[in-house]
């Protein structure tokens, strides 16, 4: 495949190691003089001097949203003309994002492979959103997070989020090793998050996760007067970071994906279609990425049958071809089998819907991500200082 693109639904590469959100903590760890934290983004410059980081992720604030929100957020769009474009990585999922941020690791590593994955030898299908303590989330996830390496270094470090994600197998999975502050809002998350920032005389560390637009988009639409009012809350959380950062300090913000649109005609759905069932064990991911686990033998079946009925509207293909394809970063033996035996990566503005399989109301979502186009895989890195 040729990914050379920046237009909405060109494909991108996801840029491990050299401009990815997996890279943003292990820069400011750097900046911070952690030993061993690689500055992959080469933020020492404009970090020289800082001791206190706030790490922003904004769920849903892609690149190709910036432009969208800015009549909105007067803020954001002041800033944007100095921001750096990074990549999420695949999927472009919010429970992927969320752990390449907080072990600094592309997903094969980490092993959170998508919104949903097979567990292994069984049957069952682990939605990391819903995620408790089975699987035990420090084996799932075996890479120490960046906020333990933090810690081990004398850092004091902190995540902020909501207080119902405290102890979820996904928190865990992302920040464990930092204090829990939970916030619910703009003003509580700025205050909470300032707070953390301010505590203390020696290096801070300090992760905020805000998910209002993200869940606007899903549920309205990208530019909807829901996403609008979300996208000026946005703006008023990054201005009163800004604000209120002290003189050692500096904001990074950031977003796990983008969002994309998707019309009622390039909605698929596979459990309308008993083409697309057939020789399908276990279904898996979402509906812009779809992993399909098979019953044996029928890999090559089930590839012919699904690239026939989806024709150019999506990426076909078999495990092996996605992992050789890089789009997850080297994947260990342990992690492979949480892939489908099939992946399937949707182009343009196509989804497909599992109706029977997955909760009733994720047919019903206006935007989805998930895939590798420009719209979900590139996010800005917005660097702040007083």
């Known amino acids: 495949m040729t990914l050379p693109g920046t237009g909405p639904f060109d494909p991108v590469r996801p840029r491990y190691g050299a401009a990815s959100l997996a890279d943003v903590l292990p820069s400011a760890l750097a900046a911070l003089g952690v030993p061993g934290a690689v500055d992959a983004l080469g933020l020492a410059g404009e970090l020289?001097?800082?001791?206190?980081?706030?790490?922003?992720?904004?769920?849903?604030?892609?690149?190709?949203?910036?432009?969208?929100?800015?009549?909105?957020?007067?803020?954001?769009?002041?800033?944007?003309?100095?921001?750096?474009?990074?990549?999420?990585?695949f999927p472009s999922t919010t429970p992927t994002s969320l752990v390449s941020l907080g072990a600094g690791a592309p997903p094969g590593a980490h092993g959170v492979l998508g919104f949903r994955v097979n567990v292994p030898g069984t049957d069952r299908v682990l939605t990391h959103i819903a995620w408790g303590d089975d699987p035990q989330p420090a084996r799932w996830q075996p890479v120490p997070t960046q906020l333990e390496r933090a810690r081990a270094a004398g850092v004091a470090v902190t995540a902020v989020t909501r207080p119902e994600y405290e102890g979820s197998g996904l928190t865990v999975a992302a920040n464990r090793g930092g204090a829990f502050r939970g916030a619910t809002g703009v003003d509580a998350l700025a205050a909470e998050m300032l707070a953390a920032l301010c505590h203390g005389d020696g290096p801070t560390l300090v992760s905020g996760y805000h998910p209002d637009l993200d869940r606007e988009g899903h549920a309205a639409g990208v530019d909807s007067v829901s996403w609008r009012a979300a996208a000026s809350d946005v703006d008023r959380l990054l201005a009163r970071l800004r604000d209120g950062l002290p003189a050692d300090g500096a904001l990074l913000v950031t977003a796990d994906h983008g969002q994309l649109n998707v019309p009622a005609e390039d909605r698929f759905d596979l459990d309308a279609d008993p083409r697309l069932r057939n020789g399908v064990r276990v279904v898996a991911g979402e509906a812009r990425v779809r992993y399909l686990h098979t019953v044996p033998g029928a890999v090559d079946d089930v590839i012919a049958v699904w690239r026939g009925v989806l024709g150019d509207a999506a990426w076909v293909a078999s495990r092996e071809e996605a992992v050789a394809a890089g789009w997850f970063g080297p994947v260990p033996e342990a992690h492979l089998g949480r892939v489908g035996d099939v992946v399937v990566a949707c182009h343009g503005s196509s989804v497909v819907l599992a109706t029977r399989s997955d909760h009733p109301a994720e047919a019903k979502l206006v935007a989805y991500h998930g895939s590798y186009t420009a719209a979900e895989m590139m996010i800005p890195l917005f660097v702040l200082r007083r």
């Open 48 to 89: 020289a001097g800082v001791r206190r980081i706030a790490v922003l992720l904004v769920d849903g604030l892609g690149w190709h949203q910036l432009p969208v929100a800015a009549p909105y957020a007067p803020t954001l769009a002041e800033l944007t003309p100095g921001a750096r474009q990074l990549t999420s990585g």
